[in-house]
């Protein structure tokens, strides 16, 4: 279940009465080498997600996985890498609880300045490199981003990176998200998104509902997305929540 490609015109349609604006990815990655095994369901298409370095049609954008929850505006990030004096630019998340990008960094949450000349460069990478398949774009994202080897910094110049805090990618399979902020110093209200990777799927957290060991802000997050999801799904699948015996939107791979 989920927003399937058969789906897609219907929800364009529902987005533009909004006002929104969607398109179609114009570049496929196509095959990647890899070496050993994916370590779960998804991996295996989310190099898919490198399309965005190629959309130049757009001075920025702001990539969110399909398993979170934003709550608070994040037109901020783009404006903030529209600033940023490098050609080549992306903002990070940490993965981790009190992390930082240098370290590891999570793509749930990615903010990008396209270039087609680094996504080119990208993707020969991915052809042409054995990487260990793992999660997919994200362990191909930590090779190629965090070794910005001489060669390739004289071909596309400098990569800026903008670090944003835990507060933007809160993951709570990490730990509770209110600990994890107390230990990166941040207040409750720097929280911007609670994110349900790796191990904390939010379908499994929903129908485990106060049994799951999280805190009141992940609660607070995930009953906030599924309320938005079920004012989805009656028109994008024809069917309540209550009917359909609980949210069916957004249960995929993200």
Not at 24 to 41: I, L, Q
Not at 202 to 224: H, I, Q, T, V, Y
Request: hydrophobic share 35%; with cysteine.
């Amino acid at each position: 279940p989920g927003c399937g490609a058969a789906r897609l015109p219907k929800l364009h349609a529902l987005l533009a009465t909004l006002g929104a604006t969607t398109t179609e990815p114009r570049e496929a990655v196509g095959p990647v080498r890899c070496s050993g095994n994916f370590w779960g369901e998804g991996y295996n298409t989310s190099y898919e997600k490198y399309a965005i370095w190629a959309a130049e049609e757009y001075d920025a954008l702001l990539y969110l996985d399909t398993d979170l929850a934003v709550l608070k505006n994040m037109d901020h990030v783009i404006r903030d890498l529209l600033a940023m004096p490098e050609m080549n630019a992306h903002a990070l998340t940490p993965d981790g609880c009190g992390g930082n990008v240098r370290h590891a960094f999570n793509t749930g949450v990615w903010g990008v300045r396209p270039n087609r000349t680094l996504y080119r460069t990208l993707v020969n990478y991915l052809r042409g490199t054995r990487i260990p398949c793992q999660l997919g774009e994200q362990t191909a994202s930590m090779a190629f981003f965090r070794d910005w080897t001489p060669r390739r910094r004289q071909k596309l110049g400098t990569m800026g990176v903008g670090e944003l805090h835990y507060g933007y990618n809160a993951i709570p399979a990490h730990g509770p998200v209110g600990s994890c902020l107390r230990r990166a110093g941040l207040p409750e209200s720097a929280l911007h998104v609670v994110h349900w990777a790796g191990n904390s799927k939010r379908r499994d957290r929903a129908a485990a509902k106060n049994r799951w060991p999280g805190d009141d802000l992940e609660r607070s997050a995930l009953a906030r997305f599924e309320a938005e999801a079920c004012r989805w799904q009656p028109l994008l699948l024809g069917t309540s929540c209550s009917e359909a015996g609980g949210c069916q939107v957004g249960w995929v791979r993200g």
